[in-house]
């Protein structure tokens, strides 16, 4: 099966696009496998943050999921398309990363 | 501004009395207890603080010998630590970890962790190598994030401890052979940041995101081992990586921990079956004369098993067996783990129905950073807690010695450390970050190869060479795929942009990987004897001449140098 994956990307400053990409699939697995996969197969400089990968417990690959705040290690990949933002209320970092970071645990504090 | 273009400015600067690196359970109570000795702390970390490394990820056990669920003493959980060592451990410091982790259980239990409780005390559990009931734990699987969120709570009560996430550490800076800080790399803005201390703790677990199948988080790539390595610290066992026997294979499962089943089995007795649906622990357990017959297969040992049973053509569809809780009824199921149950429906799992497939999984590492009994390494400085710590296990960890390992090695570290920090004054010279500040700067915009291919190739190559089972054939294999791929890196960093870039990441990470990955290869190929996590098909069996540990050095020339010693033996003061 193949997903599409519409990721919109850019630095603060920039003018935000959308770029596509085509990704294959099994049943059952997440959006942030989906998202490992292009690093290798497509974009290694395709940023999002994620540490614990499969277990929903370090809550850091949050992100907007069809239009909907949503982990990407839940959210399963599907046949069609599926859209990919960064957290609108967050400050953009880039790509899919926001600062999500409490203020008083962040070196250069941002807004 | 990346590290590139900043190539005039000055780097931002820090100052402090003692550095923790890394932010799980381990770093979090160095910190912790440095601060309360009245030293001021830098706590950093790659990722968010308190969120990534393994402590979160843990979801039962927690061993200690805390009399509550039956009468017990520190000196029946080290016999038991010792005996699963296979007779490599540090007794100094098993011995520290077992007398020492009451209190620290206790100390948390103060600080509202929620250890489950029974009739009024603390519930203990048995898990697989002890010989009664001694495991604490946080229904329903949520030991770690317990933890966790608890020394979170005490993190934000203290002072003097300043709490910096998404900050990378490059390498420890060094001045005449005396740690004085580190160089690192502020993820958010690509700048390249100095960080002066009087006395450095590395505490950035294990290894297991070496490996294709872990149970740890991404960050797990063994960074601290490299950082201790290029120091000028050794590194002891380093060819002992535990498999988690019964990690999750199949069906997909999101949300959830791999690891998960270990606790299902303990308050249950889940049954392992092959393919023919027949249990084959039975068959194994005559390996280990500690073995009572019932669900007692250390880890090793049911690692062993398992893929013994896929080699014989007895394996589940997936490739692993099958874990079934098919004989008890729902109610049962629903009454032990409560809302899982709810998790496992939402993806399509029903217990009662039907088995799931599990198959082993890098789980955690055995060895590490060579300390003292009071966690310091041989560069002056420089100390280790938690699971980067080597010689507590020796060749096997028992089921609930991590997280009382991250507790009360986290703790000893950050005291010792703090008073380092307190009987001698700064060695900081800008002249000791240069290495690795000229090593960020010189980054280059490339997209090819790509690094994060590579971090994957590399991971699949440890699984399938440096696995559980190893032969000399594999082990040179892998060693020279290592060789190939160090080259292919170079040794001009790869980077892609200036803010988060996952690129230069994936490069340094490499970088730190595939020494690491060396660093295990090199002593699991030395080692022709079975013992413990070691199993080589073409050494079977212990060699009573092989009771000796592996210590592994970089030379002046970089290259990676291997020789014995005996076991040490002997008590340190808790």
Redesign the interface.
């Known amino acids: 099966m193949k997903a599409t994956l519409a990721i919109q990307r850019g630095?603060p400053g920039e003018v935000p696009r959308v770029e596509s990409f085509e990704v294959a699939f099994?049943?059952?697995?997440?959006v942030l496998d989906g998202l490992?996969a292009l690093?290798?197969?497509a974009d290694?400089?395709?940023?999002f943050r994620?540490?614990?990968?499969?277990?929903?417990?370090?809550?850091?690959c949050m992100m907007l999921i069809d239009g909907k705040v949503d982990?990407a290690?839940?959210v399963?990949l599907k046949e069609g398309v599926t859209a990919l933002a960064p957290l609108p209320k967050k400050a953009l970092?880039?790509?899919l990363?926001t600062?999500?970071?409490?203020p008083?645990?962040?070196?250069?504090p941002?807004q | 501004m990346t590290a590139q273009a900043n190539k005039g400015a000055a780097p931002?600067h820090i100052e402090t009395d003692v550095l923790v690196i890394g932010a799980g359970g381990a770093g979090m109570y160095a910190a912790l207890e440095a601060a309360k000795a009245g030293a001021s702390v830098v706590l950093a970390d790659r990722?968010?603080?308190g969120?990534?490394g393994a402590t979160?990820?843990a979801q039962m056990t927690v061993a200690a010998a805390l009399a509550e669920q039956t009468p017990d003493h520190w000196e029946h959980h080290l016999a038991d630590t010792l005996a699963a060592g296979r007779g490599l451990c540090d007794e100094r410091l098993a011995a520290l970890l077992c007398e020492d982790g009451p209190h620290r259980l206790r100390e948390m239990d103060g600080w509202k962790v929620g250890w489950a409780r029974e009739d009024g005390h603390i519930k203990q559990a048995q898990a697989p190598g002890h010989d009664r009931p001694r495991c604490a734990y946080v229904d329903f699987l949520s030991t770690?994030?317990a933890v966790s969120r608890a020394l979170r709570a005490q993190l934000n009560l203290s002072r003097g401890i300043r709490?910096?996430?998404?900050?990378m550490i490059v390498d420890i800076a060094l001045h005449d052979g005396v740690a004085c800080g580190a160089t690192a790399l502020?993820l958010?803005?690509g700048e390249a940041?100095t960080l002066a201390a009087k006395a450095v703790v590395i505490a950035t677990g294990g290894l297991t995101g070496l490996y294709r199948r872990n149970s740890a988080?991404?960050?797990m790539g063994g960074d601290g081992y490299a950082l201790a390595l290029r120091a000028g610290a050794e590194l002891i066992d380093m060819e002992f990586v535990q498999f988690f026997p019964i990690g999750h294979l199949a069906?997909?499962?999101?949300?959830?921990?791999?690891i998960m089943w270990d606790p299902f089995r303990y308050k249950l007795g889940g049954k392992l079956l092959n393919a023919e649906m027949r249990e084959f622990e039975q068959d194994y357990a005559t390996l280990d004369t500690r073995s009572d017959g019932r669900y007692v297969l250390t880890r090793d040992l049911a690692t062993y098993a398992i893929t013994r049973e896929v080699e014989a053509g007895r394996g589940s569809p997936a490739g692993g067996a099958y874990l079934s809780f098919q004989h008890l009824p729902e109610a049962e199921i629903r009454s032990a783990f409560g809302p899982v149950v709810d998790r496992l429906a939402a993806?399509g799992i029903d217990l009662t129905k039907r088995p799931v497939e599990v198959a082993p999984i890098a789980h955690y590492h055995m060895g590490g950073v060579r300390v003292d009994d009071t966690l310091r390494t041989a560069v002056p400085g420089l100390y280790a807690s938690g699971e980067a710590v080597g010689g507590a296990n020796g060749a096997n960890r028992l089921s609930g010695n991590a997280i009382t390992e991250a507790l009360v090695f986290g703790a000893s570290a950050g005291r010792n450390a703090a008073r380092h920090a307190q009987r001698n004054s700064s060695r900081w010279s800008a002249q000791a970050a240069r290495p690795a500040l000229d090593l960020l700067r010189s980054a280059e915009r490339r997209?090819a190869p790509?690094?994060?291919?590579l971090v994957?190739d590399l991971k699949a190559l440890m699984a399938d060479q440096v696995g559980p089972f190893r032969t000399e054939a594999k082990l040179q294999s892998a060693l020279a795929g290592i060789a190939r791929m160090t080259s292919e890196i170079g040794e001009v960093p790869f980077s892609?942009?200036?803010?988060?870039?996952?690129?230069l990441v994936?490069w340094l990470d490499l970088r730190n990987m595939l020494l690491v990955a060396q660093s295990v290869a090199v002593p699991a190929l030395a080692r022709t004897e079975s013992r413990g996590a070691h199993q080589r098909e073409d050494h079977p069996g212990l060699d009573d001449g092989w009771c000796v540990n592996q210590i592994v050095a970089l030379s002046g020339d970089s290259a990676l140098e291997l020789r014995r010693a005996a076991p040490s033996s002997g008590r340190a003061a808790a």
């Open positions: 630095a099994e049943p059952g697995q997440s490992r690093r290798c197969e290694p400089s395709l940023a994620f540490s614990c990968i499969n277990a929903n417990a370090c809550k850091e982990y290690c839940t399963r970092v880039r790509d990363v600062e999500i970071a409490p008083d645990e962040r070196l250069l941002r | 931002a990722s968010l603080i969120r990534g979160v990820m770690g994030p709490r910096i996430g998404e900050l502020h958010p803005s940041v988080s991404s960050n069906p997909r499962l999101v949300g959830m921990d791999p993806n997209d790509n690094a994060a291919a994957r892609s942009a200036s803010a988060f870039d996952p690129v994936d």
